[in-house]
């Protein structure tokens, strides 16, 4: 991997994740060559910025997953990013495309996606809608490695958001954002910068460890 990472961006919708971790690259909180957008939607805000900054993208909005994900392997052999950073990408990767991206050392996949709750807690869509129902009194955001099943890969990060008295979903959804556009960039920095690897735990799953 180069010293600075080669890293293609996978978002689905309006990209503020996206957005944010181009302004911290711009300002050196994080290191990263963000070498183009993915996304699976013609009409995606994360595409219009992608075009306004003049970064490389490309549309796959293919119905048939296999011929997506070959399409976007295709675009990625030509960006060849070193990792891949999932920003609000609505489509689950299949294992045959992830083992495109494995470390060989760490036994993992070189993608990381971000999860607006504290996982396991919430899995999958609308996830602060789901905390808000539930009335739990605490979520949060995680960042984690992606496996194939849905936002069940190893955690590298958690970030607690305490759910207020006066809170809707949306401000609650605005504060959570908030909260991802900071962790997200900086969990990323660590994990580039710092040593870590993946131990098995008691129930077979694994935990990172900083070394």
């Keep these: 991997m180069s010293a600075i990472p080669r890293v293609a961006v996978f978002a689905s919708g309006g990209g503020s994740n996206f957005k944010a971790l ?3 690259q711009k300002t050196g909180k994080l290191r990263a060559q963000i070498v183009g957008l993915i996304t699976d939607q013609p009409k995606a805000g994360a595409l219009e910025f992608a075009r306004a900054q003049k970064i490389a993208n490309a549309v796959h909005a293919e119905s048939d997953r296999k011929v997506r994900e070959q399409n976007i392997l295709a675009t990625l052999q030509e960006w060849k990013p070193d ?33 607006p709750s504290l996982l396991p807690a919430f899995p999958g869509r ?31 990060a958690q970030a607690p958001l305490q759910i207020l008295p006066h809170d809707t979903v949306d401000s609650l959804k605005a ?37």
Excluded at 86 to 105: C, Q, T, V, Y
């Design 175 to 211: 504060r959570g954002l908030a909260l991802e556009h900071i962790i997200y960039s900086a969990t990323l920095e660590r994990l580039w910068s710092e040593k870590w690897e993946l131990r098995p735990t008691a129930s077979g799953r694994r935990r990172l460890h900083w070394l």
């Design 83 to 115: 990792w891949l950073v999932l920003a609000g990408f609505m489509r689950l990767l299949s294992p045959e495309f992830l083992n495109h991206f494995r470390d060989k050392i760490q036994e993992c996949f070189r993608v990381v996606n971000i999860h």
């Design 22 to 24: 181009i302004e911290h």
């Design 126 to 156: 609308d996830s602060y809608r789901q905390a808000f129902d539930h009335g739990v009194a605490t979520t949060g955001v995680t960042v984690h490695f992606v496996s194939s099943g849905v936002d069940d890969g190893p955690i590298i």
